[in-house]
Nanobody, 127 residues
Framework: QVQLEESGGRSVQAGDSLRLSCAAS????????MGWFRQAPGKEREFVAA????????YYADSVKGRFTISRDNAKNMVYLQMNRLKPEDTATYFC????????????????????WGPGTQVTVSS
């Protein structure tokens, strides 16, 4: 019943920063781990980042570690992805998703455990 919708994607230059937002509606996302994934045309969906229910723990793919920061505001039912020092290889459709596992604690976030997904927002980074 939870619905997710991403926003904030646009075309930028390499080295620029961008913040993506994920708004949840229908039900609170407070109990759930939330994640960001991305997918470029012709490529598999790639994990980007995840954050636990409290916002106290987060995990990042090696490709974005040190550049991206995931955060959440449970009171606003929102999740964010701050993207700094963007590279052309960051170009993709970015998706927000909810981890269905009720008590998971770890660093393994396959796409199969996430439901629902937002429709995605496009990020294009030009050199």
């Amino acid at each position: 019943q939870v619905q997710l919708e991403e926003s904030g994607g646009r075309s930028v230059q390499a080295g620029d920063s961008l913040r993506l937002s994920c708004a949840a509606s229908g039900r609170t996302i407070t109990p759930y781990i939330m994640g960001w994934f991305r997918q470029a045309p012709g490529k598999e969906r790639e994990f980007v980042a995840a954050i636990d229910w409290s916002g106290g723990s987060s995990y990042y793919a090696d490709s974005v570690k040190g550049r991206f920061t995931i955060s959440r505001d449970n009171a606003k039912n929102m999740v964010y992805l701050q993207m700094n020092r963007l590279k052309p290889e960051d170009t993709a459709t970015y998706f927000c998703a909810l981890d269905r596992r009720p008590n998971y604690s770890g660093d393994y976030y396959p796409p199969s455990v996430f439901d629902p997904w937002g429709p995605g927002t496009q990020v294009t980074v030009s050199s």
